[in-house]
């Protein structure tokens, strides 16, 4: 299969970090599963090309990791998607400069198109 | 000479016949008992109302020492001290209270007005029984002090105040409620000011209603700064009793439920960790099965994929009702929040109708829309609305039929009219199909599963759009729910009041 693009996803959850993983993987897509907030603020060298970003994760707050990785001139270009089963995600993501949300749970079709926008 | 004084003498006495035979008839018409005595306190002549209230005969009572009457039931050591002391030296007695239990009639409390007339020897006793009134003045001054006893014993704190809120009266409890003490807090210009301003104009805007409402009382909880300067809840009925010359106040009975509502926040925090937490498995079951519905599609495999539709549908219900579960947490703590903007209405109607349309293969939605119409509002929310109608329909028209839906439009507002041709609700429950957790119920066979929360969500939603919501049922016939919204955007998303400061968790 050809090689499509890095997507970097972050969820505390490993259910939705493995059921994500398998989504994108069958569409051709690499996926790096983080499930530590710390890690994914400090991520560096070979950069990812879209980041699916949960905004409630335990250790770290998926908003606070979305305005550090924005505000860090290595990151700040990378799209940022946050994901969140809160009504509000739309609201928390524009104010965080998060480039876009999905709610959980989504539609498959939903979250491919997603990141079809970002990686073309 | 003689004869003239025999004469004047003959006459004299037949005056004091006659004053005696007309005394004897006053007496006798008196209605309270009245008796007469001479100077040895033997008894003359009493009256009927006597021999009637005393139970005694005339004659056993005429020429009788007073004492000895009924028995010697007459020796009551009060009148003694009447005929025996005061009298001779003060001659007359106003309001004497005699109390004395009769043997034979009980217990009789009686005010006697006594006068001695030392130019004729007698003694007149005019004998009032007030030993109802008596009775009554002893229940109600042990109805007083049982009310105070209840008022100032009672945890809940009673407060009287005039119509500019000044306090009138504070019950002690004020102090264990409040921390203030009765005076401290009596002294306050303002007891409204202790509410702090975010509760203070729902506080104000119930007092001025009430001021209206002669007898009307209203029931309101907010929260008020406790001399300790911490805020605590209060749960307080104020009742207008304004126009009551007895009471001239409004009274407020209240108590503080800061322990109850720190349950409550409790539990709806609860509830929203909970449904947080119930989501994130829906999710990754809902993408594992559509993986495996991709995946068999890519193979062909038909009755496999429509399985795993079935089994997304079901996830999109459980995922709904966790939702419901935390949208009605969230009005209850004045969470609900909405971001507003212009939709098209019968836009979003029309995709709703059709996204139902694939629940159901039972039902026909049939849409007629209005001329075209951009509302102001949260799209989501009012959609959520829309849902709840049309899945209703759905639910409660078991046998399938037409659904049909309408929009309605003039100038100030859109309406939706959704109709099913189901069992219909009875008019009693009609007004309470938009509260919290109710269901209709009634036989096994006519009872649906569900939380209650679908239609309480709904009319929140349309409340705080500035809309209406109702319903028009006949059972047997179907039912029609509406809700209308105005298009201006002046009129709408109005703030809820009873807001909690704290932060939102998820």
């Known amino acids: 299969m050809i090689k499509k693009g890095t997507i970097l996803i972050a969820d505390d959850d490993t259910g939705i970090l493995d059921v994500i993983t398998l989504i994108l993987e069958d569409e051709g897509y690499t996926v790096i599963a983080m499930a530590d907030g710390m890690e994914v603020r400090n991520i560096s060298g070979q950069l990812p090309d879209l980041i699916l970003l949960d905004i409630w994760m335990s250790g770290m707050d998926g908003r606070d990791i979305c305005l550090y990785l924005k505000s860090r001139k290595e990151t700040s270009h990378i799209p940022i998607v946050m994901v969140s089963a809160n009504k509000d995600a739309k609201n928390i993501a524009s104010q965080v400069k998060a480039n876009d949300f999905i709610e959980k749970p989504f539609d498959l079709d939903l979250l491919l198109a997603m990141v079809e926008k970002y990686i073309k | ?506």
């Open chain 2, 1 to 506: 000479m003689k004869n003239i004084t025999t004469d004047l003498q003959q006459s004299k006495n037949d005056n004091l016949v006659d004053a005696i035979k007309h005394a004897q008839d006053i007496i006798d018409i008196v209605r309270e008992p009245f008796i007469v005595l001479d100077a040895t306190l033997h008894v003359v002549t009493a009256n009927p109302a006597f021999y009637a209230l005393f139970k005694v005969t005339r004659k056993n009572t005429e020429g009788k020492l007073v004492y000895t009457l009924g028995n010697r039931q007459w020796d009551i050591p009060k009148l003694r001290i009447l005929l025996e002391d005061i009298l001779p030296k003060k001659k007359k007695s106003k309001n004497f209270k005699v109390a004395h239990n009769f043997p034979v009639i009980g217990n009789k409390v009686m005010l006697v007005h006594a006068r001695q007339i030392d130019s004729v020897q007698l003694i007149l006793l005019a004998i009032e029984d007030v030993t109802k009134e008596n009775d009554l003045e002893r229940s109600n001054a042990k109805n007083a002090v049982l009310f105070k006893a209840l008022i100032e014993k009672s945890t809940d704190a009673i407060a009287l105040v005039d119509s500019k809120g000044k306090v009138v009266y504070a019950s002690p409890s004020t102090q264990s409620v409040m921390g203030f003490m009765v005076d401290e807090f009596r002294k306050l210009s303002n007891p409204f000011d202790l509410v702090p301003p975010d509760d203070r104009k729902l506080v104000t805007r119930i007092f001025e209603k009430l001021l209206k409402e002669p007898g009307g009382n209203i029931q309101v909880t907010y929260r008020i700064r406790h001399k300790n300067g911490k805020l605590i809840w209060i749960d307080s009925i104020m009742t207008n009793l304004i126009q009551d010359p007895n009471v001239n106040a409004i009274v407020i009975n209240y108590r503080d439920v800061t322990e109850r509502k720190d349950h409550e926040r409790q539990k709806d925090e609860f509830i929203g960790i909970a449904s947080h937490e119930l989501k994130t498995p829906v999710t990754s079951i809902k993408g594992y099965a559509q993986i495996l519905q991709k995946r068999f599609g890519k193979e062909g495999n038909l009755p496999a994929v429509e399985l795993l539709r079935r089994m997304d549908a079901q996830l999109n219900k459980l995922n709904s009702l966790i939702g419901d579960l935390l949208d009605s947490t969230k009005i209850e703590r004045g969470k609900l929040q909405f971001h507003e903007g212009f939709f098209d209405f019968n836009e979003l109607v029309s995709v709703i109708a059709q996204e139902m349309q694939q629940t159901t293969t039972k039902h026909t939605i049939v849409t007629k829309f209005a001329m075209t119409q951009k509302v102001y509002g949260d799209r989501d929310r009012v959609g959520q609305v829309i849902t709840n109608f049309i899945s209703n329909a759905i639910k409660y028209s078991p046998l399938g039929k037409d659904i049909i839906i309408k929009t309605i439009t003039d100038k100030k507002n859109v309406t939706l009219a959704v109709q099913d041709f189901g069992q219909g609700i009875p008019k009693e429950k009609q007004v309470k199909v938009f509260e919290r957790f109710f269901r209709v119920s009634g036989k096994a066979q006519d009872t649906y599963a569900g939380l209650g929360l679908g239609l309480y969500i709904a009319s929140e939603i349309v409340k705080r759009h500035g809309g209406r919501i109702w319903v028009e049922s006949r059972e047997g016939k179907g039912t029609v729910f509406y809700f209308t919204l105005p298009v201006k955007k002046s009129l709408i998303l109005k703030k809820q009041t009873n807001t909690l400061v704290e932060e939102e968790r998820i």
